[in-house]
């Protein structure tokens, strides 16, 4: 089994900047690839960015090109997500998921069997 824990969630004005992360542990060997997925009230969940473990291949969805960036620790066994000029539309529950397939798959949710309980992202106008 593979357990998630984010954090660095919080209320940020308009154009700040936030880091989310997520620490991984349990089965971390079979863990190849981690993604952060985003969720606001009355929205379908969407994918954010996503990232490969083994060689550090990235993919970032529409919402977060140009602003936001993935990174990994594998000392720290912890993916984050660097946020920069956020909007008010940012705003949502953020989640980290870890799958055990290497590819990206364009951040897509099916290939993520593992997921956190999620940090609260508020950004104010």
């Known amino acids: 089994q593979v357990q998630l824990v984010e954090s660095g969630g919080g209320s940020v004005q308009a154009g700040g900047s936030l880091r989310l992360s997520c620490a991984v542990s349990g089965s971390t060997s079979s863990v190849l690839a981690m993604g952060w997925f985003r969720q606001s009230p009355g929205k379908e969940r969407e994918g954010v960015a996503c990232i490969s473990l083994e060689g550090g291949y990235t993919d970032y969805l529409d919402p977060a090109k140009g602003r936001f960036t993935i990174s990994r620790d594998p000392d720290k066994n912890t993916v984050y997500l660097h946020m920069n000029l956020l909007k008010s539309e940012d705003s949502g529950t953020y989640y980290c998921?870890?799958?055990?397939?290497?590819?990206?798959?364009?951040?897509?949710?099916?290939?993520?069997?593992?997921w956190g309980q999620g940090t609260q992202v508020t950004v104010s106008s």
């Open positions: 998921a870890a799958s055990r397939s290497p590819g990206l798959y364009g951040c897509s949710a099916d290939v993520y069997p593992y």
